[in-house]
């Protein structure tokens, strides 16, 4: 009896000696905003914030893992993360496809126990056009103002606010009408599904001047192969160059010849503005042959 006694306490000692069985577990799946992370640090991304871990004999050792196909070339977790060997790191650097990626943390006690748990992550990016967008208009007119002009990406539904609301048809959609009768610059801020937002401008500038229909023959301004030939009573003049629909394509100082054929195609008509020193605005519509 007394040996029963003493085999039944060394069992149990050796199962409080291992604790009981590990667990992992990492939450819901996380969506970053990878632009906001540019504007101010990517160490504010952190993965395994929400980690509980029950059970097990300390301490513990962490890895983390993942497949990140980018191309050909399959990307591991510490390409990723600032560590993989810690509770909680920080991505210092991120995958611009906007698809859910799983990294997986395996975590092993002082006796050996493994258990491990997975999350998916992805990063809601913004791709902006450094240059404003410009719409020309006649001052009685009336025109759409495109929120995405020049941005791309995000994860949609989108919601939109636009600044000011001065002569807007709705400041809470994609495209509002404006009637404005003045030259003004409108702002929009974009914020995605996941709650991650971009801001952009647009211009609105007046034309005060007729369009002059011109094409190669004509004497004022002519389009032909990707350049635009100018007389020389427009030289020394800022020059803007539009696709039809308002998209700058190319601006500078004019000149008799402008070699805008990086920026153009053959067969399409285009939108050229000039501004005089004195103010005056010259619009053309050009046909590039």
């Known amino acids: 009896m007394k040996k029963l006694v003493v085999l039944?306490?060394?069992?149990?000692?050796?199962?409080?000696?291992?604790?009981?069985?590990?667990?992992?577990?990492?939450?819901?799946?996380?969506?970053?905003?990878?632009h906001n992370l540019e504007a101010t640090s990517?160490?504010?991304a952190f993965i395994g914030s929400r980690l509980q871990l029950t059970g097990g004999v300390p301490p513990f050792r962490y890895q983390w893992s993942c497949n990140v196909r980018i191309g050909s070339t399959v990307y591991q977790a510490n390409t990723f993360l600032n560590s993989d060997t810690i509770a909680n790191p920080y991505f210092k650097d991120y995958?611009?496809?906007?698809?859910?990626?799983?990294?997986?943390?395996?975590v092993t006690d002082a006796h050996g126990q493994m258990a491990s748990d997975s999350i998916r992550v992805r990063f809601s990016s913004w791709g902006i056009i450094?240059?404003?967008?410009?719409?020309?208009?006649?001052r009685n007119d009336s025109c759409r103002l495109p929120a995405r002009c020049g941005v791309g990406g995000g994860i949609p539904p989108y919601t939109y606010n636009w600044t000011p609301s001065d002569a807007l048809s709705d400041t809470t959609i994609e495209a509002p009408w404006c009637y404005t009768s003045e030259d003004r610059t409108y702002s929009v801020t974009i914020v995605d599904s996941c709650g991650c937002s971009v801001s952009s401008n647009i211009i609105v500038e007046i034309v005060t001047s007729d369009i002059r229909q011109n094409d190669y023959k004509e004497k004022d301004a002519y389009m032909k192969t990707g350049r635009i030939y100018l007389d020389s009573s427009y030289s020394n003049c800022q020059f803007f160059l539009f696709t039809t629909d308002g998209r700058l394509l190319y601006s500078g100082i004019s000149d008799s010849e402008i070699d805008v054929s990086s920026c153009t195609q053959s067969h399409c008509n285009y939108i050229m503005l000039l501004k005089s020193q004195s103010g005056k605005h010259y619009l053309f519509k050009l046909f590039n042959p």
Do not use: H, M
């Not at 496809?97 to 943390?105: A, G, H, I, M, Y």
């Not at 450094?130 to 006649?138: D, V």
């Open 42 to 44: 990517t160490d504010t």
């Open 8 to 34: 039944l306490f060394c069992c149990i000692s050796i199962q409080l000696s291992f604790g009981a069985n590990l667990t992992v577990r990492l939450g819901n799946d996380t969506t970053f905003c990878s």
């Open 95 to 106: 995958f611009l496809d906007q698809t859910w990626e799983k990294f997986t943390l395996t």
């Open 130 to 138: 450094p240059e404003p967008c410009t719409i020309l208009k006649e």
